[in-house]
């Protein structure tokens, strides 16, 4: 069975600051990877998704992730964050390629934006 | 651009009472999904619908749980018997795959907060 973990609970950092979420994964196959973000009071929004091909991916907002298999993880980044990113984030991890949909979802990563 | 929407945006239920939680899909999407979050804790798959039939549910999805697609618009969560430990968000997903080999991803509505006293 797939699991994903995010090893940040909490994070903080100033507005223009670079950021990086972690997330690793553990699942036998090719693991079909995707972050989602959640603003307070809203439902989960797809940033970006990997599927196969091209392990750096681009997503809306101007984030970022790498897959890397040899580490098993999947990474999140922004160069520049601003004050409307503060939200909490959400890596899951699928295993279409067994014809399975559930999606497995970590703890999520509270992100919160100094001014 | 299409959204997921979900209703009510907050129900609050005496225990043991049934519940129906309502949600519209993308209209153009063929497999359907219900998640759920207490409070403080992941995200969890509860069930996928394909083709008018449960496709694959979790260990959560027991008796009490049931899903229907009654029109060609809305998917539905019934719970039967409410219990406390059923207070959570729910969440409904939608996603464009065509069958099981396909692989788009899942789009989310805003999700239902389930209250029960």
């Known amino acids: 069975a797939q699991s994903v973990t995010q090893p940040d609970i909490h994070i903080t950092v100033s507005e223009g600051a670079s950021l990086e979420l972690r997330c690793n994964y553990s699942?036998?196959?090719?693991?079909?990877l995707f972050w989602y973000v959640q603003s307070p009071g809203q439902g989960l929004q797809l940033l970006l998704k990997y599927f196969s091909g091209d392990t750096l991916v681009q997503g809306i907002k101007g984030f970022e992730a790498e897959f890397k298999r040899s580490q098993s993880s999947f990474n999140l980044r922004k160069p520049s964050v601003h004050w409307s990113d503060a939200a909490e984030y959400f890596c899951?991890?699928?295993?279409?390629?067994?014809?399975?949909?559930?999606?497995?979802f970590g703890s999520g990563t509270r992100l919160q934006v100094q001014p | 651009e299409p959204e997921v929407t979900q209703t009510p945006s907050h129900q609050v239920t005496q225990m043991g009472q049934e519940v129906i939680l309502r949600c519209v899909p993308i209209s153009n999407h063929l497999y359907f999904y219900w998640y759920r979050q207490i409070l403080g804790q992941k995200v969890e798959f509860l069930v996928s619908?394909?083709?008018?039939?449960?496709?694959?549910k979790s260990e959560i999805f027991d008796d009490q749980f049931s899903v229907e697609r009654p029109d060609g618009s809305n998917f539905t969560l019934k719970i039967r018997s409410t219990k406390l430990e059923d207070s959570a968000m729910y969440f409904c997903a939608s996603s464009e795959d065509r069958g099981p080999n396909s692989n788009q991803p899942q789009h989310f509505g805003d999700g239902t907060r389930l209250s029960i006293l």
């Open positions: 619908f394909y083709n008018n039939e449960i496709s694959e």
């Open positions: 699942y036998g196959a090719t693991p079909y």
């Open positions: 899951a991890v699928g295993a279409l390629d067994t014809g399975r949909r559930a999606l497995t």
